[in-house]
């Protein structure tokens, strides 16, 4: 098997450390990411999946334990350091599409790649490339607000795949859609991660959804377990 893209080794995270009403979120949490694999998240509310994921995405510090991205070790960069690779490593996709309202859709997926420092021309191809990919070629010219739900929700798809991560966070990319949306936005994922062959890790609490992907992890008692088997992520 490739490297793991994305690794979580002995992640403890507290709340209020040291206080009376100190929490535990994440007690020691493991997790391996690899090229080409589709792995669900699945959590209760309040177990500490949105923790997990923005230690993920190198938008929060465990208070112990180790962050590598690519092979690269986040723990100690400056604050600099840890937004170019997560720049440069790391998409993200949200329950809401949070597209940039006076932009186009075609421009939501060109400025973070100018902000790359990728070049107009360069960044316009692969904007219009990948919302081609995602049956959007003529919706292109069109502002969020011109969008439905699912359409806005794969432009948000194809912005967190411009810069080519090597791996994509998702945190309940289909919540806010109808379960006939839902599914046209999960097959594109699906197709895209196959199609790229990054590494992706979905929180969901759709069960459905979650048997569909290549791995099924739970977050227990701050612990990632495989859901299947019950051993350690």
Request: net charge neutral; glycine share 10%; aromatic share 4%.
């Amino acid at each position: 098997m490739a490297d793991a893209v994305l690794r979580l080794s002995g992640i403890t995270r507290v709340y209020n450390a040291g206080a009376p009403n100190a929490v535990q979120v994440l007690r020691g949490a493991d997790l391996a990411l690899y090229p080409g694999q589709l792995t669900a998240l699945m959590a209760p509310s309040g177990a500490g999946k949105s923790t997990l994921l923005h230690i993920c995405g190198l938008l929060d510090h465990p208070d112990a334990g180790e962050v590598a991205v690519a092979g690269q070790s986040a723990i100690g960069l400056s604050d600099r350091a840890r937004t170019r690779l997560r720049r440069e490593k790391l998409g993200f996709v949200y329950q809401f599409h949070h597209l940039l309202p006076e932009f186009t859709a075609a421009e939501n997926v060109i400025l973070p790649q100018l902000a790359a420092g990728y070049g107009q021309a360069e960044a316009a191809a692969r904007a219009a490339d990948l919302l081609g990919r995602v049956g959007l070629a003529g919706r292109a010219d069109h502002r969020p607000a011109a969008l439905s739900g699912g359409e806005a929700q794969r432009v948000a798809l194809c912005r967190a795949l411009a810069n080519r991560p090597a791996v994509l966070l998702a945190d309940e990319p289909t919540g806010n859609l109808d379960p006939a949306t839902a599914e046209t936005v999960f097959a594109t994922l699906l197709d895209l991660v196959r199609g790229t062959g990054l590494a992706a890790l979905v929180a969901t609490h759709n069960p459905e959804l979650a048997a569909r992907m290549d791995r099924q992890l739970r977050l227990e008692d701050g612990q990632l377990v495989e859901a299947a088997t019950g051993a350690a992520a």
